[in-house]
């Protein structure tokens, strides 16, 4: 490895534009690596980082601007050349497959052979070199569908290694990642620079930005809104830059006052559709004018709590209680006449039909209706007037409420299902991940609303894979660890390090009783 | 008050633009028009020139009053067929059962048609008798394989192919066998169910051949009252979302499995009374054979329609007129009906190889929308 004093750039972008029909993706866009640095490109959702790199990674030609890989321009017509050219990507979503081993999977693509065969030995040595020389640990006989998301990740970084990448672009690495997963993973991103490596760290979330980054740089609407050195700025800072305007990052959020139990759940277990006992002796109550927070890492039974209370998933054994209701067996209609309103984690599968109007959407839960329908024949102009008012009200960014709810923004889509799911008398709010994906000012508004509702009486239930989300809204928070709750918080009390300690291993580090 | 104005005026504009907005048309009429070019080829390959032959089928399928009255004849029953797989499409389901669903609700008009009852009620009665008969017999073919789905899982597409056998060798049987004597007429020379009374029979509007009876409007009815439902009414409103999104469909509160079993059903039920006003306005008794391939011409059309229960109607007498008109085609010139099949299959693989139909004829088009929105949700991401 050759010392260098100044620094070297290995990436030299100039003046990238790009466009799609209709969006101006990147607009006249600069940027540096230097060698042995770590950059973060920040930005919100459609800012035009994911573009920016692809047009670095070889996947999209930019209409004007180089790109210089270094100190040669180069033109890349595909993602093979970039490949050659030392560039190095980990997509947020990785394209590993599951029932082949860690090092069938490296070698994917780029099979090292001896005649006709593979020469798995070979694979393996090199594989436990990349092990020793960047502490990326992973066994190249494992099963990568048995691995955990931390450790997939690392092998998506040994496959990039593996085929001598020095610049890596890492796409919203740590999304998927618990607390202490990230610490790991910025330990081993410390390490690969340490030893020459050049890294683009994407990333919307301010605090990994602050710890990890040497240069960053903010784009917002596919321009460059500013660059900043991470020893003076602040998260304050940063968002500002990001959004364009202040944000207000604490919540406004007055003193709860719990009232009678609106859910009480007892004893409740849930399958998945494996046959998976996911939820498994789950208990707690939510009070009227209280916001209870679950937390835990995705996949320990969010899904299957949220769909089994709300009466969409069969529930295995337990009881649901529903304002003074027995709704253990009721199914999702009769639910939400109780007074429920349902925020679904995942909006497109549930919360939206994708080629329905925003009309139409607007309308999902309470078609049957009146004014929405007489008898069985809709009022499309009632539903039309509805949507309209709706729009106005929430602030909903669309050109008509005529068009298809899937040409909308995440951010605004996630809207239309917040001001159908809080208009009307809502006693009990479950909201799950309300912010996934979106834009800082989506976040906020979202956030307010919900606690909104908590200070005109509603129970809320809020799930969220987002610790600073739980941490920020909940009056009282629990931990989902394995399908059952491990701990129980008073909000003001918990602190990031107790309840990721407890969310990653199920218990609290010392011996003593978890405080309930 | 002028916001008000402005509000109705655009409204207004916007339904005179939606009315003459052409483009579904186009993809369906750019088919038939290639098909047409293609089959050209093939007659030419023959050595028969293509635009005698298309002459002939052209005068085959309109030449006289008879002939259009006879093209429109053979068209009523598709209308029936197509709708069955429209409808449960719309609900998600590929209903290809038509074909059993018209055999059984055919039989079963032809039962009750021939119940002694049936000679001592008037018209008015006895005929809405004979096609809620052919309805219900046809529901109940299609609410086995929706139980089946909603229930366990059974795909309805294997389930529909299995009950169309079903209901083949179970017709033939009951209407085939001399000792016992089941639904045989023993006097007829052919496999047939007994006349039905005449006091069932839907009347004859054009003597033709075959002959066009009442069962036109019945048909054209029926389209009609399913696009409103599809359009206007909660039940469509839950159909369609079931259609489109199941998952939300069950977070919205709507009983999935219920629409699931009610959308075969019903869609069972078209094709039903498309058999009974064939059994009670064309023969007067039930033959098996007479409803063979008219189930499956109608996932044909429906495709052709698009799944719309108006399309339907159009898009049945266009088939079946091609089908009255080729035997003309082949006695003048010497052209095998099969062409006119051939045609055919070939309308339903450009509208589904729906590309080159757009590439031949540079209709721009939903191809191209979907192409800018991924475009943009990469640009966005």
């Known amino acids: 490895m050759t010392v260098v004093d100044g620094p070297v750039p290995v990436l030299d972008v100039r003046g990238v534009t790009k466009t799609f029909p209709g969006v101006i993706a990147n607009e006249d866009i600069d940027l540096t690596l230097n060698q042995?640095?770590?950059?973060?490109?920040?930005?919100?959702?459609?800012?035009?980082?994911?573009?920016?790199?692809?047009?670095?990674?070889?996947?999209?030609?930019?209409?004007?601007?180089?790109?210089?890989?270094?100190?040669?321009?180069?033109?890349?017509a595909g993602v093979g050349e970039a490949i050659e050219h030392g560039i190095g990507m980990v997509h947020q979503h990785f394209q590993l497959i599951p029932v082949f081993t860690v090092a069938e999977n490296v070698i994917l693509g780029d099979e090292l052979t001896n005649g006709p065969f593979l020469s798995m030995n070979e694979a393996r040595r090199r594989i436990r070199?990349?092990?020793?020389?960047?502490?990326?640990?992973?066994?190249?006989?494992?099963?990568?569908?048995?691995?955990?998301?931390?450790?997939?990740?690392?092998?998506?970084?040994?496959?990039?290694?593996?085929?001598?990448?020095?610049?890596?672009?890492?796409?919203?690495?740590?999304?998927?990642?618990?607390?202490?997963?990230?610490?790991?993973?910025?330990?081993?991103v410390r390490s690969l620079v340490d030893q020459g490596k050049s890294i683009i760290f994407i990333t919307h979330k301010l605090r990994e930005v602050l710890a990890v980054a040497d240069r960053i740089t903010v784009l917002r609407n596919?321009?460059?809104?500013?660059?900043?050195?991470?020893?003076?700025?602040?998260?304050?800072?940063?968002?500002?830059?990001?959004?364009?305007?202040?944000?207000?990052?604490?919540?406004?959020?007055?003193?709860?006052?719990?009232?009678?139990?609106?859910?009480?759940?007892?004893?409740?277990?849930?399958?998945?559709?494996?046959?998976?006992?996911?939820?498994?002796?789950?208990?707690?109550?939510?009070?009227?004018?209280?916001?209870f927070g679950i937390a835990g890492v995705e996949?320990?039974?969010?899904?299957?709590?949220?769909?089994?209370?709300?009466?969409?998933?069969?529930?295995?054994?337990?009881?649901?209680?529903?304002?003074g209701h027995n709704a253990t067996k009721l199914t999702p209609r009769k639910i939400a006449e109780l007074g429920t309103a349902h925020i679904p984690e995942d909006r497109n599968k549930h919360g939206l039909v994708g080629s329905y109007s925003v009309a139409d959407n607007m309308v999902l839960n309470k078609y049957s209706q009146a004014p929405f329908a007489r008898r069985w024949v809709r009022n499309t102009s009632a539903v039309h007037d509805e949507a309209e008012e709706l729009v106005e009200q929430f602030d909903i960014r669309t050109p008509s409420v005529d068009v298809p709810i899937d040409t909308l923004s995440?951010?605004?889509?996630?809207?239309?299902?917040?001001?159908?799911?809080?208009?009307?008398?809502?006693?009990?709010?479950?909201?799950?991940?309300?912010?996934?994906?979106?834009?800082?000012?989506?976040?906020?508004?979202?956030?307010?609303?919900?606690?909104?509702?908590?200070?005109?009486?509603?129970a809320v239930l809020l799930v969220s894979a987002e610790l600073d989300e739980i941490l920020s809204l909940s009056d009282r928070i629990g931990v989902l660890y394995r399908g059952r709750l491990v701990g129980v918080f008073d909000g003001a009390d918990a602190t990031r390090e107790e309840l990721g300690y407890l969310m990653a291993t199920g218990s609290t580090p010392d011996t003593e009783e978890v405080a309930s | 008050m002028n916001d008000r104005l402005d509000k109705g005026l655009s409204g207004f504009i916007r339904?005179?633009?939606?009315?003459?907005?052409?483009?579904?048309?186009?993809?369906?009429?750019?088919?038939?028009?290639?098909?047409?070019?293609?089959?050209?080829?093939?007659?030419?390959?023959?050595?028969?020139?293509?635009?005698?032959?298309?002459?002939?089928?052209?005068?085959?399928?309109?030449?006289?009053?008879?002939?259009?009255?006879?093209?429109?004849?053979?068209?009523?029953?598709?209308?029936?067929?197509?709708?069955?797989?429209?409808?449960?499409?719309?609900?998600?389901?590929?209903?290809?059962?038509?074909?059993?669903?018209?055999?059984?609700?055919?039989?079963?008009?032809?039962?009750?048609?021939?119940?002694?009852?049936?000679?001592?009620?008037?018209?008015?009665?006895?005929?809405?008798?004979?096609?809620?008969?052919?309805?219900?017999?046809?529901?109940?073919?299609?609410?086995?394989?929706?139980?089946?789905?909603?229930?366990?899982?059974?795909?309805?597409?294997?389930?529909?192919?299995?009950?169309?056998?079903?209901?083949?060798?179970?017709?033939?049987?009951?209407?085939?066998?001399?000792?016992?004597?089941?639904?045989?007429?023993?006097?007829?020379?052919?496999?047939?169910?007994?006349?039905?009374?005449?006091?069932?029979?839907?009347?004859?509007?054009?003597?033709s051949q075959p002959n066009l009876h009442m069962g036109l409007f019945v048909m054209i009815a029926v389209c009609i009252v399913v696009a409103f439902v599809l359009r206007r009414t909660t039940f469509g409103f839950e159909t369609i979302t079931v259609g489109t999104n199941p998952n939300a469909a069950l977070y919205a509160g709507i009983n999935v499995n219920r629409i699931i079993i009610l959308a075969m059903a019903l869609s069972g039920a078209f094709a039903g009374i498309a058999a009974a006003s064939e059994v009670s306005g064309?023969?007067?008794?039930?033959?098996?054979?007479?409803?063979?391939?008219?189930?499956?011409?109608?996932?044909?059309?429906?495709?052709?329609?698009?799944?719309?229960?108006?399309?339907?109607i159009p898009a049945s007498l266009l088939w079946g007129s091609l089908l009255a008109g080729a035997p003309l085609m082949q006695l003048e010139a010497g052209v095998?009906?099969?062409?006119?099949?051939?045609?055919?299959?070939?309308?339903?693989?450009?509208?589904?190889?729906?590309?080159?139909?757009?590439?031949v004829f540079h209709i721009r088009g939903e191809a191209g929308h979907q192409m800018e929105s991924v475009a943009t949700e990469e640009a966005e991401s």
């Open chain 1, 129 to 188: 070199e990349l092990e020793e020389q960047y502490g990326l640990i992973v066994d190249p006989d494992a099963k990568v569908g048995d691995l955990s998301v931390g450790e997939q990740q690392r092998v998506e970084l040994v496959k990039a290694l593996f085929r001598e990448a020095d610049i890596l672009i890492l796409d919203e690495p740590t999304a998927v990642l618990t607390p202490g997963e990230v610490d790991d993973f910025f330990a081993v």
């Open chain 1, 222 to 291: 596919g321009r460059i809104a500013g660059t900043a050195d991470p020893a003076t700025a602040t998260q304050q800072s940063l968002a500002n830059l990001m959004v364009g305007r202040d944000v207000v990052f604490q919540v406004d959020k007055g003193e709860a006052h719990p009232g009678e139990v609106a859910l009480r759940v007892e004893d409740l277990s849930v399958e998945d559709e494996r046959s998976v006992m996911t939820v498994n002796g789950f208990s707690a109550e939510v009070r009227a004018g209280e916001i």
């Open chain 1, 410 to 458: 995440g951010g605004n889509q996630q809207k239309v299902i917040v001001a159908r799911e809080l208009t009307g008398d809502v006693d009990l709010l479950i909201v799950a991940q309300p912010t996934r994906g979106l834009d800082v000012g989506s976040i906020e508004y979202i956030h307010q609303q919900i606690i909104d509702r908590r200070d005109r009486g509603a």
């Open chain 2, 15 to 207: 339904k005179i633009r939606e009315a003459w907005d052409l483009q579904p048309l186009l993809v369906p009429l750019g088919a038939i028009l290639l098909s047409f070019i293609v089959g050209g080829v093939l007659i030419a390959m023959i050595g028969v020139n293509p635009f005698e032959a298309y002459w002939a089928l052209l005068r085959g399928m309109f030449g006289s009053w008879d002939r259009v009255a006879g093209s429109i004849a053979r068209s009523v029953p598709f209308m029936g067929s197509a709708l069955a797989l429209a409808f449960a499409f719309r609900a998600g389901l590929f209903n290809i059962g038509a074909e059993g669903q018209l055999l059984v609700g055919g039989i079963t008009a032809a039962w009750v048609g021939t119940l002694t009852f049936m000679y001592h009620t008037p018209s008015v009665i006895a005929i809405p008798i004979i096609l809620i008969a052919g309805a219900v017999g046809g529901y109940v073919w299609g609410w086995i394989p929706g139980v089946l789905r909603a229930r366990t899982g059974a795909h309805e597409v294997i389930t529909t192919i299995m009950l169309n056998s079903i209901a083949l060798f179970g017709v033939r049987w009951l209407v085939n066998s001399r000792d016992p004597q089941i639904l045989r007429d023993l006097t007829a020379s052919v496999p047939r169910t007994k006349a039905i009374s005449p006091t069932a029979v839907l009347p004859t509007i054009v003597d």
């Open chain 2, 282 to 312: 064309t023969n007067q008794f039930f033959q098996p054979g007479t409803f063979a391939f008219i189930g499956f011409d109608g996932i044909a059309i429906a495709l052709l329609a698009r799944a719309n229960p108006i399309a339907i």
């Open chain 1, 36 to 76: 042995g640095e770590i950059h973060c490109l920040l930005g919100e959702n459609g800012a035009g980082k994911s573009t920016l790199v692809n047009v670095i990674f070889g996947l999209y030609k930019p209409d004007k601007g180089t790109v210089k890989v270094r100190g040669e321009e180069v033109k890349f």
């Open chain 2, 336 to 359: 095998s009906i099969d062409v006119v099949r051939i045609i055919q299959s070939m309308v339903l693989l450009f509208v589904a190889a729906d590309a080159i139909v757009r590439y």
């Open chain 1, 299 to 323: 996949g320990n039974g969010q899904r299957e709590l949220v769909e089994a209370i709300t009466g969409m998933r069969r529930k295995a054994g337990g009881t649901v209680e529903i304002l």
